[in-house]
């Protein structure tokens, strides 16, 4: 019971990484995303990658898998410019497809839908399984903590405020002198390389990647997250995360005490469960559980400070 605690805690921090990544895009910049599955991929694709057909140190691993996604979202944003709202959330779904298919099909590279397997994990030959679960988990737990360290500095610096301007009204931000294309690519290249490195994260962590792990109900449960933590909030991104995590498995449990239900049915009550907590959530806590500070100016001196409801 210890060991699959410990797991799931470590698939709770991927989660939380994953979440702190669609923050910068969505909840600080306004960019909906609806292709996070297939920036995961990349990154745990490209550290897979590296490790076991170059022999590459798994540190070298986790870098290739951030600066491959970074470039993906790079490049994504630079061509999708002129889109918006419901194109570019329509384009960013097609790139996770995409990804997807050159997966299964391209099997010179990803060796097809028999998956990658023999991912290195560090020290995972000199520990027992247990010790690796524990090491991991630490692992993970200063990812999420550094990522989200990295995030909250940028979100409070005048990076951050230009990328708030922007999600509020970029032709204002536009008129104010901000190059806002500039903005949004850096803003969607740096998002994307939290996301690949959770990709990177979760592959040394099962050993084994196929293309039907990145599904596109990761990204749904990633928006589920952030929406019930508060968007534009880096602490609300992780609680939302954890507590997504916490009803996905505690809901096995649940489903395991009413007889008669089948596995079909068992899946279909998880996926309620997580609905019906999220609009409790939305109904009593409209901006999250964490929602973000809003900026408001003193009463004298015109000066920023920050109000928290």
């Known amino acids: 019971m210890a060991s699959y605690l410990v797991s799931i805690a470590t698939f709770a921090g991927i989660y939380a990484i994953l979440t702190l990544g669609l923050n910068v895009m969505w909840g600080l910049t306004g960019m909906i995303n609806l292709g996070l599955a297939g ?12 490790t076991t057909a170059l022999g590459a140190p798994i540190w070298l691993g986790f870098a290739t898998s951030a600066v491959a996604a970074a470039l993906a979202g790079a490049v994504l944003t630079a061509s999708t410019l002129r889109l918006r709202g419901d194109y570019l959330a329509i384009v960013t779904l097609g790139f996770a497809e995409l990804v997807r298919l050159i997966a299964s099909n391209e099997i010179w590279l990803t060796r097809g839908t028999d998956g990658i397997s023999g991912i290195p994990g560090p020290l995972r030959g000199a520990l027992s399984p247990a010790d690796f679960n524990l090491l991991y988990f630490g692992l993970v737990v200063l990812g999420a903590g550094a990522v989200l360290v990295l995030t909250q500095r940028i979100a409070f610096s005048p990076f951050g405020r230009v990328l708030r301007s922007i999600r509020d009204d970029d032709g204002v931000a536009a008129v104010a002198g901000k190059h806002v294309a500039r903005f949004k690519i850096a803003a969607f290249a740096l998002g994307s390389a939290i996301l690949g490195l959770a990709g990177a994260f979760y592959a040394h962590y099962t050993s084994y990647i196929a293309p039907d792990i990145f599904r596109p ?5 990633i928006f589920l997250a ?3 933590g508060g968007t ?19 809901t096995r449990f649940l489903a395991a005490e009413i007889p008669g239900l089948s596995g079909v049915q068992t899946a279909a009550l998880r996926e309620f469960t997580i609905g019906a907590a999220l609009i409790v959530i939305m109904r009593v806590r409209p901006r999250g559980l964490i929602p973000e500070p809003v900026p408001m100016l003193g009463p004298a001196t015109g000066g920023g400070r920050e109000a928290r409801p």
Do not use: P, W
């Not at 990154?43 to 590296?50: D, E, K, N, W």
């Not at 109900?217 to 449960?221: A, E, G, Q, S």
């Open 226 to 228: 952030l929406t019930a």
């Open 217 to 221: 109900l990761i990204t749904i449960y």
């Open 232 to 250: 534009g909030n880096g602490v609300g991104a992780l609680v939302g995360a954890l507590i997504v995590m916490a009803i996905l498995e505690g």
């Open 39 to 50: 920036f995961f991929a990349v990154g745990a694709y490209a550290s897979a990658l590296v």
